[in-house]
């Protein structure tokens, strides 16, 4: 590991291991982007009360297709780990100019749903007094509301929940990021958090990158888009109906992105 970049439409910083140099604009994205192997996009506008994340759309399109077409031109070896919403739609805008350029590889493209992993485990563990630290929940589907699917039959340690608590809990877990954005009063969305979730999977990205074994995260991505894929295992019946009634959504807002790509002139 040499090198990564934070970006974001105004400015840039390439980190390498000793020396930090900074990047200002797109017409520097070139000489920003240049030998990266991981690149960390979080950038776009954030959501305010009232607003879905699909509502970003057509702000956060644009500017995740400007920066990924930068990243396929520069860097097309590079992890790409996008944070910018709507993640659902944003993975499959990414996917498509990578192939446009013809460097596609799925294994290096990642939607960054940590924060939904983080949440979970840390609603689980103040319901059950366990240490958030010491909880995984594995979280399936999509980033945005009911695509967004917490398996927590599949929790460690085993937890359990009478029914009403589990869809409460659920629901919490899913519309978490609106409850932030209704505490902030319009001061934008989550912030401290996001970077947590955001810096783990980059740090364990990095541990993968650098040959530690059995590094596992949940993240959005097209098929093939991971060394192996460790299935959904025993679900309940509960988490099948939230599977079959999130892929309508899903394939909605990932048509939406490759379509996005489409209409680019």
Known sequence: MQNFVFGSPFTSQKLPLKNAAGFIGSEQLPDCLKGCEVVVIPAGVPRKPGMTRDDLFNTNATIVANLTSACAKHCPEAMICIIANPVNSTIPITSELFKKHGVYNPNRIFGVTTLDIVRANTFVAELKGLDPARVNVPVIGGHAGKTIIPLISQCTPKVEFPQDQLETLTGRIQEAGTEVVKAKAGAGSATLSMAYAGARFVFSVLDAMNGKE????????????????????????????????????????????EEFVKSMK
């Not at 988490?239 to 309508?248: H, N, V």
């Open 214 to 257: 059995g590094v596992i995260e949940c993240s959005f991505v097209r098929k093939n888009g991971i060394e192996k894929n460790l299935g959904i295992g025993k679900i309940s019946p509960y988490e099948e109906k939230m599977i079959a009634e999130a892929m309508t959504e899903l394939k909605a807002s990932i048509k939406k992105g």
